[in-house]
């Protein structure tokens, strides 16, 4: 099955449906995807760029938009790249209902005890 990389933008535009020829394709990419005629991957820097994005160019909630990641996580067909699917989905989960950063959340959870170095007072939030 062929396996194509999926940058940021064709998950933004599939999302947000705001550039209609973008969105018609980038919603045909996906669908290509969940219904297994391809194999998308998907990088952690994809993520945490999505993340990024909608927060702070879009303002959008993430109650609003974490269940959409997590359901396109959940995907067959969708892979991340350098780590577990569902390492994401709990880390997404964690910033739900919390002011944290994507990044903070996920070195927490790939860290051990007492590992992480910072001056970010986030990491007590976790």
Excluded: C
């Excluded at 609003?64 to 699917?85: A, N, Q, S, T």
């Excluded at 390492?87 to 919390?98: D, G, Q, S």
Aim: charge should be neutral; proline fraction near 2%; charged fraction near 30%.
């Amino acid at each position: 099955m062929d396996q194509k990389i999926i940058d940021t933008n064709i998950f933004l535009r599939h999302l947000l449906q705001d550039i209609p020829d973008q969105s018609k394709i980038a919603t045909s990419i996906i669908s290509d995807i969940e219904d297994g005629k391809m194999i998308g991957l998907v990088s952690i820097l994809v993520v945490n760029e999505l993340i990024w994005i909608l927060e702070k160019y879009y303002a959008l909630k993430r109650g609003v938009y974490i269940p959409k990641l997590v359901k396109m996580l959940h995907l067959d067909h969708l892979r991340v790249m350098e780590v577990k699917k569902d390492l994401i989905e709990t880390v997404l989960e964690k910033m739900r209902n919390k002011k944290i950063d994507f990044t903070d959340v996920y070195l927490k959870e790939v860290g051990k005890e007492n590992q992480i170095l910072s001056f970010d007072k986030d990491f007590a939030k976790i």
